[in-house]
């Protein structure tokens, strides 16, 4: 894994927001954008699939944007891009604003992998995404974060994404929300199958493990307890690009991308 190259494009589909921190510092987040950038620092190939809108928030966003190497593709010219308050609070932006004309505009091919939270897919906002992400026109992969908004997403949803080129990745919350609160692999094993998907699910101290309804879960190696969700899809995402089997995919996640600078 020394030696990885990313080749296949990336497109990080989602939010870049603003921030304040309690100590009043500015900076950028949002799980597209946390993506975006681990994979930048990864030097894997990005496109932008984040909208940018007209603001203090949307010039500052295109600002870090240029820093790393992804032009801006979707814009926003009513709203600007929205941001989080020390406390937490969440003031919603042109990032919550999707359409089927957006989203026509961005570049696919056959190689492109997708990458994309679940915050973005809930309620009624997310339905131009769901929709699109359901009806690509080639079978790439799409690696769908649920997060703590599974809970949002209805039965409906997984049933149209049912392909063996759907990933998710779930935290042992999400999962316990998904497939019960018992034995979470074997819940896990059972969705995986009834769906035809792949779930990789991410158990802190007991490991990330590979859930695909056919084969016995797999653990993928160790799992740093202090990695994030979204640096943790960064470095799956990166080594799918360079064209990794699943397992080692999930290895370099769970090594490699903590540790990105």
């Known amino acids: 894994m020394n030696e990885l190259v990313a080749v296949k494009p990336i497109l990080a589909l989602g939010s870049a927001i603003g921030e304040i921190t309690p100590t009043q510092q500015r900076r950028i987040g949002g799980s597209a954008f946390n993506v975006a950038r681990t994979l930048r620092r990864l030097h894997a190939p990005v496109i932008n699939g984040m909208p940018v809108g007209n603001g203090e928030w949307g010039v500052a966003i295109e600002a870090e944007m240029d820093l790393l190497g992804i032009p801006v593709l979707l814009r926003h010219g009513l709203m600007d891009n ?71 997403l209805d ?70 307890a202090a990695a994030a969700g979204d640096t943790h899809s960064a470095g799956l995402l990166a080594g799918l690009s360079a064209g990794l089997p699943l397992a080692q995919a999930v290895e370099l996640a769970n090594l490699r991308a903590p540790a990105a600078p």
Not at 195 to 212: E, F, K, M, T, Y
């Open 155 to 224: 039965e409906d949803f997984f049933a149209m994404l049912s392909d063996s080129h759907t990933l998710l990745t779930l935290s042992r919350d999400a999962l316990a929300t998904l497939c019960g609160a018992d034995d979470p692999l074997a819940g896990a094993q059972r969705f995986a199958a009834a769906h035809n998907l792949a779930l990789i699910c991410r158990l802190g101290r007991d490991g990330v493990w590979i859930c695909d309804g056919d084969s016995p879960p797999l653990r993928a190696g160790e799992y740093p």
């Open 82 to 152: 929205g941001w989080r308050r020390p406390n937490g609070e969440y003031v919603a932006g042109c990032e919550t604003q999707w359409n089927k004309a957006q989203l026509a505009m961005l570049p696919l091919t056959e190689d492109t992998l997708i990458y994309i939270n679940g915050e973005q897919l809930a309620g009624e906002n997310g339905e131009a995404l769901r929709e699109w992400l359901t009806r690509l026109p080639f079978d790439q992969p799409r690696l769908i974060d649920i997060g703590s908004h599974m809970g949002l």
